[in-house]
């Protein structure tokens, strides 16, 4: 009897142990060496790190209900690199099979890069290096295998509370924000807490003047500290970011610099704590679900996959999607409608998650020129697509989909009559379109190839001059060229109806072409009547002119520079300290490499400017604002820098403004590329970017460049606040929407003053409405200044 008792008790616990919940959880550190670069910022220009300022963790958690085991690291980087993935996976414990395993990304701007080989990531990741994706992978596999050693009987629980404040949209101060914080708690059998997952929407940018170059884990650092002061030592805080694509942190406490990041993470850890006290533990189960799913056609399939690893997890009645890449608010919003109305009673959305496929932005705000728009290379249907996949892989479907059966295939829609055919097409515009492509498909592709391809591989879509007429010939055109077409076209869409967007999407589908592509083919008849290509890649114009001795007072030399760029930019001033050569300070972008306006640590200033109506052939060698680049960091003078000029016979239908100190007298000259290379030097202390007798300029430039000569006229002596005037003169009439002809127009994107005896310069971009903003003073090394 004893016997068979002691049996019985076996099983029951046998049976107890196995449909108990198991769960352990670990960190570890896994910042990089200092001299990574860090990835984030174009304006980086993939430099070094200097410093860590507070570490990178990988924080893994292990789950077990009995029947499901899985992983959910999250891994405080800018994203999950397929390089990364694979050596992780190469190197997981078996104990839970790989598609169990979920990889997410905090999003950080401030840990390492250097973990992939894509170009397009390495624009802000800086150049691959295998060592430090080797320790990374290493890391995080040693943070999934610490969390299953360390496994318990635990218990789970789970709610979304509300938070105020702590972000905001990004783009538009009116736009949508993922106000819900969620939260998952995981406790063992006595009541302590094994780790606090929070799960939030917002960028991790706040880093930026003495630490740009330092580790950190940003505003998820403090969340981090401030989790494990309330919740003890012993709790792994774990944090998913969620669709953060057009989110970012708010200032609740009105902190700046480090601070308002502290505040941003310790709020969060408060808020998400004060939601995790009403949380109630019940038995748990959990679903994974994932899929090998292709991805939609872009013009980007020389630097983008085909398909992409999806994953969703469900626990219990809980949702959690998982996007592989920036995902905009608009997304997960809608995620969480369907969810909730497919059953589920919570839902949250986790980014960055197993790979880095950029953006992904709504259908209705994929004409904006923003910069999540312009980085999204799936077409605008790209939001439905992640609803089907993941609505494909939930458990719980409505119950009408569950009855419904196959509907009898249509009748051909198409009927033929002499010459020709009646198309006759019902159902939603993306049905419509759909169907219309796949019957027309061949003779749409044969088009788009003869109509758009063939222009541009053959020279006739490219401009003349401009950035894209540098395209190297051992590059494919195409590559290059039709992406930035497809982008530069996408404000075209602006003013078209959801429901034509829509149906021309089904086209492109069933026709089999990308987006982008099915639209530059629908108007491949305008731009072909356009005999200056130049506008539909945009090109560098600007004023410049530089004051040189007694005119400049004190000073001594006093530069001007206004950009005139049409596109839509992100503007960025870097400040460089190279390991060899000049520091130096670049306004720009947050992608190019080249020089347009700079000045280095010897107060070398060089400016570019490119003539309106000049023919611009593609150069034999390096572009003039690579050749710029070079000079700024290794001209040793003025002098050496005006002789390299000369001698880049290369290049033309560009000016370059040069100067600098030569045995401390202030020295400024013009170096003009036209038919052949004329130096032209100051007048009265005076030196105009173009001369204003010169043939060949346009009306725009001569207007701007008369006005900066009928000002600098009244001005005998000329100070920093004169300079400021100038550039930012404007027509009377039309202070809002200047035109061309105007020194500031609705183009220009910076305007600097350059004071190279101070090594500073006065930069001031345009404001909401394009009006000038302030001057911010920047040296090349110190504290930045505002007005």
């Not at 697509?385 to 609505?391: A, C, D, I, K, S």
């Not at 479907?397 to 198309?423: H, M, R, Y």
Request: with cysteine; charged share 20%; aromatic share 8%.
């Amino acid at each position: 009897m004893r016997f068979f008792l002691f049996i019985t008790a076996l099983l029951l616990t046998a049976c107890i142990s196995v449909d108990a919940l198991e769960a352990g959880a670990a960190k570890v550190d896994i910042t990089g060496p200092i001299g990574t670069p860090l990835s984030g910022y174009g304006a980086r220009m993939g430099r070094d790190s200097i410093a860590v300022h507070d570490p990178i963790w990988a924080r893994a958690l292990y789950l077990d209900d009995g029947e499901t085991r899985l992983f959910l690291v999250s891994v405080d980087l800018i994203g999950i690199m397929p390089e990364l993935r694979q050596r992780v996976l190469e190197l997981a414990t078996e104990v839970v099979p790989p598609e169990n395993i979920i990889l997410t990304a905090t999003h950080t701007h401030s840990a390492q890069g250097a973990t992939t080989r894509n170009i397009l990531i390495r624009f802000v990741a800086g150049r691959y290096i295998p060592e430090v994706l080797e320790q990374t992978a290493q890391g995080i596999v040693d943070a999934m295998r610490n969390a299953y050693d360390k496994r318990k009987r635990a218990a789970l629980g789970y709610a979304a509370g509300k938070q105020e404040g702590l972000s905001a949209n990004r783009r538009y101060p009116d736009g949508p924000v993922d106000n819900q914080v969620g939260v998952i708690s995981v406790e063992d059998a006595d009541g302590n807490p094994i780790s606090i997952i929070t799960n939030f929407a917002a960028h991790p940018t706040s880093i930026e003047g003495d630490d740009f170059f330092s580790f950190s884990a940003d505003y998820p650092g403090y969340y981090y500290l401030e989790m494990e002061a309330l919740r003890g030592p012993e709790c792994v805080p774990i944090f998913l970011n969620g669709a953060q694509g057009n989110q970012t942190t708010g200032n609740p406490e009105g902190k700046s610099g480090w601070e308002r990041t502290e505040s941003v993470g310790r709020l969060l850890a408060r808020r998400a704590n004060e939601i995790a006290e009403g949380i109630a533990f019940s038995d748990v189960k959990f679903r994974i679900a994932n899929t090998n799913a292709r991805l939609p056609l872009t013009l980007m399939d020389n630097l983008l996959p085909e398909q992409v690893f999806l994953q969703s997890l469900e626990i219990n009645d809980l949702l959690i999607n998982f996007f592989p890449g920036e995902a905009c608010v608009e997304l997960a919003l809608e995620a969480r409608r369907r969810a909730l109305e497919h059953g589920y009673a919570a839902h949250f959305s986790v980014g960055l998650t197993n790979n880095h496929l950029m953006y992904f932005a709504p259908r209705h705000l994929y004409p904006d020129p923003t910069y999540e728009s312009s980085s999204t290379f799936f077409g605008p249907g790209i939001e439905d697509w992640f609803y089907t996949q993941f609505e494909g892989m939930m458990s719980r479907k409505p119950a009408e989909e569950a009855e419904e059966t196959a509907a009898p295939a249509p009748e051909s829609p198409l009927q033929e009559i002499p010459g020709g055919g009646v198309l006759t097409l019902t159902g939603t515009p993306h049905e419509i379109g759909k169907l219309r492509g796949e019957l027309f498909g061949a003779d749409i592709q044969q088009r788009y190839k003869t109509r758009v391809i063939e222009p541009v591989e053959d020279g006739r879509w490219l401009p003349e001059s401009g950035m894209m007429s540098y395209i190297p010939s051992f590059l494919e055109t195409r590559a290059l060229a039709l992406p930035v077409l497809g982008m530069g076209s996408r404000s075209l869409l602006q003013g078209l109806s959801l429901d034509i967007i829509q149906e021309m999407e089904g086209m492109a589908e069933g026709a089999r072409l990308p987006f982008d592509a099915f639209w530059l083919l629908q108007h491949a008849p305008l731009y072909d009547q356009i005999d200056d290509k130049t506008p539909l890649f945009a090109a560098p114009l600007c004023t410049m002119f530089a004051v040189v001795g007694e005119r400049a007072g004190s000073a001594g030399l006093m530069v001007g520079r206004n950009l005139d760029w049409a596109m839509d930019e992100e503007n960025i001033i870097t400040r460089v300290f190279p390991e060899k050569g000049n520091p130096f300070i670049q306004a720009g972008f947050t992608w190019n490499e080249g020089v347009y306006t700079a000045m280095n640590g010897d107060g070398l200033v060089l400016c570019v400017q490119r003539l309106e109506t000049a023919p611009v052939l593609r150069p034999e060698k390096a572009p003039i604002e690579f050749v710029l680049r070079d000079i700024i960091q290794s001209a040793k003078n003025y002098e050496e820098a005006l002789e390299r000029l000369r001698q880049s016979k290369h290049i033309s239908g560009v000016y370059v403004l040069v100067a600098g100190f030569s045995d401390d007298k202030p020295k400024a000259a013009v170096v003009e590329f036209g038919k052949s290379i004329v130096v032209r030097e100051p007048e009265d202390g005076l030196l105009l970017g173009m001369h204003l007798d010169a043939p060949g300029i346009s009306d725009n430039e001569r207007s701007r460049y008369a006005k900066v000569a009928a000002l600098l006229a009244e001005m005998p002596a000329v100070n920093e606040e004169n300079m400021k005037t100038i550039l930012k003169s404007t027509d009377d009439d039309s202070p809002k929407t200047p035109a061309m002809s105007n020194v500031w127009n609705d183009m220009t994107k910076h305007s600097v003053v350059f004071l190279p005896k101070s090594d500073t310069i006065l930069v001031a971009m345009p404001s909401v409405t394009g009006e000038p903003g302030d001057y911010v003073t920047i040296p090349i090394s110190g504290e930045i200044s505002h007005e």
